[in-house]
């Protein structure tokens, strides 16, 4: 494996503001690197250095192996950039929007219309594919953007805020659709977002920025334990019948660290797999287990955590 | 840059905005070569003149613009109109960033949008000659001689450089504003300031430099000072050479002494010589229309962009 995006010291200035603060960023290939930030922290600004789109005020950068400031070409031949809010040319069609760009990726003609129509498909735009843009929805239309950028067969794609302003089904369609991208073709993935619950799922990495500064970048797993300081059993426990004395039963059992009341049941945070344990007590209490279920900590709690550290 | 070109010139072509314009040209082509055409058919005493053809453009007949002088007019509006929302367009439909994410030098945008408008101007200024030409055959019943034709043509360039400056210039301020509406606002402000209020600050101006002006010395050195500060104008630069171009018996700019146009004789220039009159002209429409380009092609390079 190798790395498709590598920057050191990445820093970008505007006037006063720092947009960028030596940024230290990997994207391996084949994966999908969740690029996490509230509003305004520095993704964006990101993303257009590593396509060549600004210069940055200083620091390295290298995609696909090539400096986006000075070769840009290549970097762009490679690399596919959907925009935040994507726009098209609203008078033709989709179809002819696609053909533009793969005109100008230098695609000749007869291969460029059929790219389109493959790509076209794979985004579920087939039946669309002649109709304006100007008649497409939010969705469509960031579908459409994802339909472009595959046009060029590029080996990573960075998306940016892929799903913003789109309605929950719909984003779960784009979602799939980009892990379906990663799966089956071995597309490297870099999306940005700041709505985690969305793209906790598809992300093998996060990298989490905040005021131009990365704060954090690993394994979602990793950085789950490094939340939760070595407590990774947690389990929300619910039954039904008469709980009276189970709490304290469910203390003595070794391993349970603390219990929590919840408005059904209870939390349990535990140093290792008791499971067992708590079904027995359950069951030598004559009780019903309604549910027992491992709470991992979630990409949201990561993410506050560190949003609210920095 | 090709591929950019035959976009924009696609676009061009099947906007209503060219419909709009190439109506309008041609209506007025049409009815200038008519009227003209008609004056110098009824009047059968003389010989028709040697260059009747130029006569068709330059002749304002019953009406009160010559052919030529509505195309100076009318031309900026032309390139305004094609030019203002080249850049601005693209950044308020947000396929800026999408269009120069794609594997392209970045100045293959600007120059193909720019060669595009220069090529739609082409076709329209070469439309309304050759509708000259054609409807001036069949009301006068000859055909222009060679070197009618290649006054009109060199004619045709120039007018398609003096257009090419105002569509850099609202390319210019479509990059600058960003805004569609900004643009065009501020290029019809230059217009409107070049082609009308200069000679209103040029003759303030020489009557302050020249306030007595009694003595015919006093009157040209006061019409000279006017020509001076007109010539900032690209519009005046175009009609002066057009003046001299369409009209070979020309071969003074304003006013001559009588000391000055003794011994003149009243032939017709030869078109080397007309040329010669105007090369400054010539050049400077050109040298504008590549400053004002050049200034939109370095801040383009060196933008961000976002949108």
Known sequence: MSAVVETKNLTKRYREKLAVNALNLTVQEGEVFGFLGPNGAGKTTTILMLLGLTEPTSGQVSVCGFNPTHQSLEVKRRVGYLPENPGFYDDISARENLLYMARLNRIPEDEARRRTAQVLDQVGLADDSRRWVKEFSRGMKQRLGIAEVLVKKPTAIILDEPTLGIDPDGAIRILELIKNLNREHGLTVMLSSHQLQQVQDICNRVGIIVRGKLIVQGQMDELGKAILKGREWNFLLEVGGDTNGLERDLQSIHGVDEIEKRTSGWFLRCTQDVRREIVDAVTRKGLQLLQLRSEDPTLEEIYLKYFREA | ?307
């Open chain 2, 1 to 307: 840059m090709s591929v950019v070109f035959w976009k924009e010139l696609a676009d061009h072509f099947s906007s209503r905005r060219f419909m709009i314009l190439l109506i309008i040209i041609i209506l007025s082509g049409l009815w200038a070569t008519y009227a003209t055409g008609q004056a110098i058919r009824q009047n059968t005493d003389t010989v028709p003149s040697q260059f009747a053809f130029l006569l068709l453009l330059t002749s304002s007949g019953d009406s009160i613009f010559s052919l030529a002088t509505f195309l100076g007019f009318f031309g900026p509006l032309v390139g305004i109109t094609l030019g203002f929302d080249s850049i601005s367009g693209e950044y308020a439909r947000g396929t800026l960033s999408r269009v120069l994410s794609q594997p392209i030098y970045r100045d293959s945008l600007i120059n193909g949008k720019f060669l595009a408008g220069l090529a739609t101007v082409a076709v329209l200024w070469g439309s309304i000659l050759l509708l000259v030409i054609g409807l001036g055959i069949t009301l006068l019943g000859f055909p222009p001689n060679t070197e009618e034709l290649w006054r009109m043509l060199i004619f045709t360039t120039v007018g398609i450089f003096y257009v090419g400056f105002w569509l850099a210039l609202a390319m210019l301020f479509s990059l600058l504003f960003q805004k569609t509406v900004t643009a065009a606002l501020a290029s019809i402000a230059v217009w409107l300031f070049l082609s009308l209020f200069v000679s209103v600050f040029s003759s303030a101006i020489s009557g302050v430099i020249v306030p007595d002006a009694t003595t015919p010395e006093a009157l040209a050195r006061r019409a000279d000072i006017e020509n001076v500060i007109d010539r900032i104008s690209p519009s005046t630069l175009f009609s002066e050479s057009v003046g001299i171009l369409l009209n070979p018996a020309a071969r003074v700019f304003g006013l001559a002494l009588q000391s000055q146009a003794e011994g003149i004789l009243p032939t017709p220039l030869a078109l080397d010589q007309s040329l010669d009159l105007i090369w400054p002209h010539i050049t400077t429409i050109f040298a504008l229309v590549a400053v004002c380009f050049g200034i939109s092609y370095i801040i383009f390079m060196r933008a961000e962009i976002r949108a």
